[in-house]
């Protein structure tokens, strides 16, 4: 069984468009993540999020938002997407804060034309 | 700021062992992670050094000094599946200050 999900798994789109990406985990965890690696393969934290609280990267874009439906899904939600939003994005999920281990999912690949 | 450097690539021989090296400058320090990523694939966790010294786990050791801000992956007897990046990450003050460095390509030769 997949532990951390995540679809579509490549996702192209045009500027301006408003587009989700879905993430869930069956691992029972309590925190989850989404994470944007560059094309230079730079790996950065977007937001961090359990049931009580949303940490967010200062350095995101207000654009992106994460929406929470329960403690198994944290889905990305980006508006009016630019070119510099191509990337691959990867959820992930821990057992508790930074200090732990994390999952990762797949990737979405999202290519914005 | 945070700051974290790590060799681009690297080379070494199947059978052979390699030390990838992490260097950091981090306002605060709580840990250090190794991720391994192949490629077109997610980061899958190797290590994490709180306290100084030297952490094996079978092929794999992760070593760490915090008053250096220095740390090593080690990596022995390599085989071909090796071949990855190695990326270094710090977890360090502030509840999202998880930063990753920009990652080792490791390729395993013959």
């Given amino acids: ?113 | 700021g945070q700051n974290i450097d790590q060799p681009t690539e690297m080379t070494a021989t199947e059978g052979a062992i390699v030390q990838i090296n992490c260097t950091y400058q981090t306002s605060g320090f709580n840990g250090l992670f190794w991720y391994q990523q192949h490629a077109g694939e997610a980061p899958t966790f190797l290590s994490y050094n709180v306290l100084d010294g030297l952490e094996e786990k079978g092929r794999f050791s992760s070593f760490l000094s915090r008053s250096k801000g220095y740390s090593y992956l080690l990596l022995k007897e390599l085989q071909m599946k090796d071949s990855a990046s190695y990326l270094c990450a710090v977890y360090g003050a502030g509840s999202y200050q998880l930063t990753f460095g920009k990652g080792t390509k490791l390729s395993v030769i013959p």
């Fill in chain 1, 1 to 113: 069984d997949t532990a951390v999900s995540q679809t579509p798994k490549y996702l192209v789109t045009q500027m301006g468009n408003d587009k989700s990406i879905k993430c869930e985990q069956n691992l029972g965890h309590d925190t989850m993540y989404w994470y944007k690696q560059d094309s230079k393969k730079f790996l950065k934290i977007m937001f961090s999020y359990n049931n009580k609280e949303l940490i967010i990267n200062e350095t995101v874009p207000n654009r992106f938002s994460p929406k929470s439906p329960d403690k198994a899904h944290l889905n990305l939600h980006i508006n009016s997407l630019e070119l510099g939003d191509s990337a691959v994005y990867f959820c992930a999920s821990s057992q508790g804060d930074l200090s732990y281990e994390q999952y990762f999912g797949p990737g979405t690949r999202l290519t914005v034309t």
